[in-house]
Nanobody
Framework: QVQLVESGGGLVQPGGSLRLSCLVS????????MGWFRRHPGKDREFVAA????????FHADSVKGRFTISRDNAKNTVYLQMNFLKPEDTATYYC????????????????????WGQGTQVNVSY
């Protein structure tokens, strides 16, 4: 049974930084392409970033490009989302997802490309 557990969310002021973590258990993290999504209150979940299993190929949504960085440490079965220069509009619940398929990293920009999901971690950007 594959499980994904996110951590690292919280309250941060605009312009601040947070690093989210996603711990993968049940199978080695290197078996998966990993992604981060987020859901703003009352809206659909949206793509944030994805990373292939070796950690070289990454893909970020335009809304976060240059501010957020996805990375992974397969030895720790963990994927990260470093979030810098946070804005109030980044306030959302952030979800980690895992895909067991193999395709170019740009393929993984929609929810239906993923097989497993975490429960989410809340990020609030406010004074």
């Amino acid at each position: 049974q594959v499980q994904l557990v996110e951590s690292g969310g919280g309250l941060v002021q605009p312009g601040g930084s947070l690093r989210l973590s996603c711990l993968v258990s049940g199978r080695p993290a290197r078996a998966f392409t990993m992604g981060w999504f987020r859901r703003h209150p009352g809206k659909d979940r949206e793509f944030v970033a994805a990373i292939k299993w070796m950690g070289v190929d990454t893909f970020h949504a335009d809304s976060v490009k240059g501010r957020f960085t996805i990375s992974r440490d397969n030895a720790k079965n963990t994927v990260y989302l470093q979030m810098n220069f946070l804005k109030p509009e980044d306030t959302a619940t952030y979800y980690c997802a895992a895909a067991g398929t193999t395709a170019p990293v740009t393929y993984y920009y929609t929810e239906d490309r993923y097989d497993y999901w975490g429960q989410g971690t809340q990020v609030n950007v406010s004074y």
